[in-house]
């Protein structure tokens, strides 16, 4: 993997060893979901500022995107997901479950006379 594409890795993960990592993957997991999440929330790369080499650095030093640009929101879902304690982070299972409770959510973003028109086919 580049440099630039440790950006969205977990500071455990930059860490410890493989073995160890493999054994987290479901943490790593959810943390990087949050820097996706931040990123696409801000429009901006985690530490955008700085090289990759440099931006694993403030991960692995435990450094976190500022929150300033996401909403609040946005920073419940995220704060959590990028808590510095793995354990701490909610499971897997908990984000799948609530993304499924996501996709059963109406579209209502095609609107048109008050009915509701679905997009998904």
Request: hydrophobic share 40%.
């Amino acid at each position: 993997m580049s440099e630039d594409g440790q950006r969205w890795i977990a500071p455990e993960v930059l860490k410890e060893s493989w073995m160890q990592a493999k054994e987290n993957a479901d943490h790593g997991a959810v943390f990087s979901l949050g820097l996706v999440l931040w990123e696409i929330e801000t429009g901006c790369v985690p530490f955008g500022e700085v090289d990759g080499a440099a931006a694993q650095r403030r991960l692995a030093s435990g450094e976190q995107p500022k929150m300033e640009k996401v909403s609040d929101e946005m920073q419940a879902i995220i704060v959590p997901y990028l808590s510095l304690d793995p354990a701490q982070r909610p499971s897997l299972k908990t984000v799948l479950s609530l993304l499924n409770e996501l996709e059963s959510v109406p579209d209502q973003s095609n609107e048109k006379d008050g009915n509701v028109m679905s997009t998904k086919g």
